[in-house]
């Protein structure tokens, strides 16, 4: 059936909807039918008591044939109260069943047979039990259009007559009428009342699973939304649903960075191999011909012309030796542990470029001794990340680096105001040949990147107006005994 294919959003309303609707019904039915059967049981119960008073008052009369008696006796209650009296009519029959007085004498005259009356009170008369000990007896037919009360006048054991109270069932049926239409109101506005609150709180409810389910269906791509906690306060199923989604989601995106880290990691080191392999090939060749032309300038006596060409050659092999040396990034070398003197001989070769553009330095470095790291190559990474914030300052901006050393780490940090560096910028930073400036080769932050990464460390950067921050951090080892000294952090 489509209905068990319809969203949540409309089922649960539709479902509490009708099980509101049938519960309202029921109710209204039970009520409505134990309504009926109390005012059948009052009515009954009016006329016996009606029957048994006006009996025990009619027993004299009817004994001394006092007949104008027992008619102002049966008149008496619909003279007292006309047009509310629930009884029809008061009829008093003698012992052989012919009517003795009764409230309505042109319908009823005086001593006609009961069963000439109508056929109500022919079938009546057929059934109706004449004994002296006879109880009240109560005619209901479904067929018929009145309900018959028969009373036996007596006392001692001596039965005279009897009296029937009849009552017209569209009485009854008025008075059930009038209860049925208040029944059907007050159901119709509890439903008026409940209804929209079902409906308001299925959609409340099913707002966070709607909203999950639209966002999980998105897992993938990358439009995924986090959903504001204001829309559903609750800790419920629901609730918890909700924040499931927003574990899932973190989850989901720590993965994807992890992912685009790693995939960013390996295509660095491929590209690492390649450009290493590349360099070991074109150092072979490169190393004959500088050779070469040494050779020739020593012992070939070129004329002037040659002479400038083959200084121009030996500028342009040295310069590509230069590039090839940069792409032979190898962090296992021998050199001596990283301590604060190397720091400090960075920032002497470092202050002329800053004071040549007019870009101030600020240095922090707090390093507890010599630290397990190869000193080469950590001034190496420093100097390139200075060069390339100096450069980014420009006149009047400002460079701060701190590196700090705790037990377990090594820390430097590389500050620099200026341009920001766009997003596109920061994806491509660390690949080689990557130039964000006329100056360099876009060869430094990748040599830095092979260091660090080498190392076993991380670099990253983050740039935001106004400055650009790089960060390296290195985890720290025991150097081997040859090479501790004694002001080594424990």
């Not at 006006?54 to 102002?72: K, Q, R, T, Y």
């Not at 319908?107 to 009170?121: C, I, W």
Request: aromatic fraction near 6%.
């Amino acid at each position: 059936m489509r209905l068990f294919h319809l969203s949540l959003r409309f089922k649960l309303p539709l479902w509490g909807g009708g099980l509101i609707v049938a519960t309202a019904l029921a109710l209204s039915t039970s009520f409505i039918v134990q309504a009926w059967d109390s005012l059948n049981e009052d009515l009954l119960k009016s006329a016996q008591d009606l029957g048994r008073s006006m009996a025990h008052s009619l027993f004299p009369l009817i004994l001394h044939d006092n007949v104008w008696g027992a008619f102002e006796a049966v008149s008496l209650p619909f003279a007292a109260n006309p047009g509310t009296a629930l009884a029809e009519g008061l009829i008093v029959l003698d012992s052989a069943r012919r009517v003795y007085v009764s409230s309505h004498p042109e319908e009823h005259p005086v001593l006609s047979p009961l069963a000439s009356l109508d056929t109500d009170f022919a079938a009546l008369d057929r059934v109706l039990p004449m004994a002296s000990d006879a109880a009240i007896f109560v005619r209901d037919a479904s067929s018929a259009q009145r309900i018959d009360v028969a009373v036996p006048i007596s006392n001692d054991g001596v039965r005279l007559g009897t009296l029937i109270v009849s009552y017209n069932k569209s009485l009854l049926w008025q008075r059930f009428e009038l209860t049925l239409i208040h029944s059907l109101w007050i159901t119709l506005l509890v439903l008026c009342v409940l209804l929209p609150i079902t409906a308001y709180w299925g959609h409340r409810m099913m707002l966070p699973m709607r909203l999950v389910t639209e966002r999980i269906r998105r897992i993938g791509s990358d439009d995924l939304e986090v959903l504001d906690p204001a829309l559903y306060r609750y800790q419920d199923e629901a609730g918890q649903l909700f924040l499931a989604y927003e574990t899932v989601l973190a989850k989901f995106r720590e993965k994807a960075e992890l992912e685009k880290e790693m995939i960013k990691s390996e295509r660095m080191a491929a590209v690492g191999r390649l450009t290493a392999s590349i360099a070991h090939e074109i150092n072979n060749p490169l190393g004959g011909m500088l050779n070469a032309i040494s050779t020739l300038k020593r012992h070939g006596h070129p004329d002037p012309v040659t002479q400038k060409t083959v200084s121009l050659l030996e500028r342009g092999l040295s310069q590509i030796r230069e590039t090839v040396a940069a792409l032979l990034v190898e962090a296992k070398v021998k050199s001596r542990p990283l301590g604060g003197a190397d720091l400090d001989d960075v920032r002497i070769l470092v202050t002329p470029a800053a004071n040549k553009q007019g870009t101030r330095l600020s240095w922090v470095a707090a390093l507890p001794g010599a630290l397990p790291l190869p000193s080469t190559l950590v001034r190496q990474v420093l100097i390139n990340l200075l060069l390339n914030a100096i450069a980014a300052a420009g006149p009047g901006g400002q460079v701060a680096v701190r590196a700090l050393a705790s037990e377990t780490r090594f820390v430097l940090v590389v500050e620099n105001t200026g341009i920001p560096l766009l997003p596109q910028q920061l994806t491509r930073l660390f690949e080689p040949f990557t130039r964000f400036s006329e100056h360099g080769n876009g060869l430094g932050l990748w040599i830095c990147y092979q260091i660090v990464t080498q190392l076993g460390g991380t670099i990253s950067a983050e740039s935001s107006d106004p400055l650009t921050r790089f960060t390296v951090i290195i985890p720290l080892e025991p150097v081997h005994a040859a090479t501790a000294t004694p002001n080594l952090p424990d």
